[in-house]
T-cell receptor
Framework: DSGVTQTPKHLITATGQRVTLRCSPR?????VYWYQQSLDQGLQFLIQ???????AKGNILERFSAQQFPDLHSELNLSSLELGDSALYFC??????????????FGPGTRLLVL | GESVGLHLPTLSVQEGDNSIINCAYS??????FIWYKQESGKGPQFIID?????DKRQGQRVTVLLNKTVKHLSLQIAATQPGDSAVYFC??????????FGTGTRLLVSP
């Protein structure tokens, strides 16, 4: 158990809908990262938040957004969902800003299925 | 880009054998490397990491070797067990930039 929690574990929804995925980082960790893992794309970095502020952005679509709250939990919002958004979404956390030798610990993921 | 699933390279070993999983990286400026293990239906789990100023690091039953000359990283698992069956990912990072994950390798351990 990494100490990172994610809810829900599974999510089934329809195209065009909006969903929110939730992540609680390990106790004391200030950074939260979101990744998407699909069969044909592997682990793709989406976005990082550090202590409430956006720190780094990866391959995140404009339909997707995230935020980190004062209690350091984070939410990833996916809107206008398309079939191709079906994937595993992972949250990871790390102690600081994500620099040298800073390990990211992953949560169990949320499996999203868009029908 | 990276790929997983049906097109994953697969390494099949017998229980008790030593396993070697290889990874090539492209950025010669990368200074931090990490191996993750991902079991079916679970998130990636940290195994071991190494900084670019080292060429070898050992953990419990695992060893990571780094060859910066040819930009190659390997993970050696001693006395492989059925519980080691998983997909293994390497990742590298340059400074404060994002982790870049490599193509996963599926390790299958038969009893």
């Amino acid at each position: 158990d990494s100490g990172v929690t994610q809810t829900p574990k599974h999510l089934i929804t329809a195209t065009g809908q909006r969903v929110t995925l939730r992540c609680s980082p390990r106790s004391g960790d200030l950074s939260v990262y979101w990744y998407q893992q699909s069969l044909d794309q592997g682990l793709q970095f989406l976005i990082q938040y550090y202590n409430g502020e956006e720190r780094a952005k990866g391959n995140i679509l404009e339909r997707f957004s995230a935020q980190q709250f004062p209690d350091l939990h984070s939410e990833l919002n996916l809107s206008s969902l398309e079939l191709g958004d079906s994937a595993l979404y992972f949250c990871a956390s790390s102690a600081g800003t994500g620099g040298l030798q800073e390990t990211q610990y992953f949560g169990p993921g949320t499996r999203l299925l868009v029908l | 880009g990276e790929s997983v699933g049906l097109h994953l390279p697969t390494l099949s070993v017998q229980e008790g054998d030593n396993s070697i999983i290889n990874c090539a990286y492209s950025n010669s400026a990368s200074d931090y490397f990490i191996w993750y293990k991902q079991e079916s239906g679970k998130g990636p789990q940290f195994i071991i990491d190494i900084r670019s100023n080292m060429d070898k690091r050992q953990g419990q039953r695992v060893t990571v070797l780094l060859n910066k000359t040819v930009k190659h990283l390997s993970l050696q698992i001693a006395a492989t067990q059925p519980g080691d069956s998983a997909v293994y990912f390497c990742a590298d990072r340059t400074g404060f930039q994002k982790l870049v994950f490599g193509t996963g390798t599926r390790l299958l351990v038969s009893p």
